[in-house]
């Protein structure tokens, strides 16, 4: 021990980040030196630890370290704006201690969870109310199919002209498959499978595009906005370097800027910043580049075709889908995290509204591409 803690603070720090929660909390307690180290806000050797415990269901469910981190001087306060971004509903609200935050941290925190749009029910109250009473909708709205609190729910449909409607349906009842049926039978595309992607997860919704898959005969029913958003242009360009890209069954995927295989250069046409503002789940930590794990499957295909040299044809609706319990159950015949599997069977009925300013956030690259956004039907298909 004592030849330890005569190295340097970083690489003590860094030692020490890959020790679990628990152990990392007893070692703090050791020595001067090593509570100083551990209490340092620069050095921070807490992130990795409580990154773990997020991402493991029985460690955020059960471990009373988590649960009771605020209580902890030598722990910084900015490591829970992470706890408060990415932690389940239940948790925060039934099993944690919370800190005492400041209002601009509190809001930092509402920013990094939820949607842009969900800053409409921030009225005059502090942000930490509107913080929890938002956390409270979705915890409701996870565990039961009422709908009080939202009687419309909004989505977008990106159109093959170029132009993207803003549209509405009844919350009780909110059928996409259905919606999307009658969007393909205005089109004269019936005849055609309706594919669905799962885009990316957040910490409570995920975001969800279902479109048609074609080998027209024509660039007449091309949709590349619907291509565009799926893959950021440039990102999984067939002319970058073949070391910047992952082969997977799926496809050929572009590795992101993080990655330890990346070679250092980004050219200024895949130049992405990670989204943070909301904060991606840990199935899509690079997004919008790709994410190892196999729950990022966005990209079937490669360039600008899909599986089997199609194309999406007709318009693409886009819709945000609350996490239940249930979510990540699979319960049918088709591939997991795609098609039907995404909003077929339990835990897949209940939707949250998504608008410009989500859409943004989501796809910040399809805002100088969109021509026309129009508030409502019409203008478009």
Known sequence: ??????????????VLSELDLDSLITISYLSRRLHDIVSDPSLNPWRKPILRSLRS???????????????????PRHNWIEILSLASPSFILLDATLPNL?????????????LPGWRKWHKDGSWKATYLEVLHRVYHRSRTSCTSDES??????????????ELEGTSRGFNPLAIFNEMKLQNNLMHLETRIRLVVQLADV???????????????????????????PGIDDLQTPRNNRVVTDHGVYPLGPDSADYPGVSPPSIDFSKMTHP?????HTNYP??????????????????EEGRKWVGGLMIIAQIMTPKTHEFGGDWPPLQDLDLVVGPGRQQ???????????????????ITNKIDGPGLGI
């Open 57 to 75: 269901d029985q460690d955020e469910g059960s471990s009373g370290s988590l649960k009771h981190l605020s209580v902890r001087r030598i722990v």
């Open 279 to 283: 904060l991606p789940a840990s199935s």
């Open 289 to 306: 580049w790709y994410t190892s794990g196999g729950g990022d499957k966005r990209w079937v295909g490669s360039g600008e075709v899909e």
């Open 351 to 369: 939707y949250a509204s998504l608008v410009w300013n989500d859409l943004w956030a989501i796809a910040p690259w399809m805002e100088e591409r």
């Open 102 to 114: 400041r209002s601009e941290e509190w809001e930092e925190c509402f920013n990094r969870r939820f």
């Open 1 to 14: 021990m004592g030849t330890f803690l005569t190295l340097p603070v970083e690489l003590i720090a860094d």
């Open 206 to 232: 995920r975001i969800i595009a279902l479109g048609t898959l074609n080998r027209p005969r024509s660039t007449l029913t091309v949709n590349p906005n619907a291509h565009t958003f799926l893959h950021p």
């Open 152 to 165: 419309w729910t909004k989505y977008i449909v990106l159109n093959r002209n170029g132009t993207a409607n």
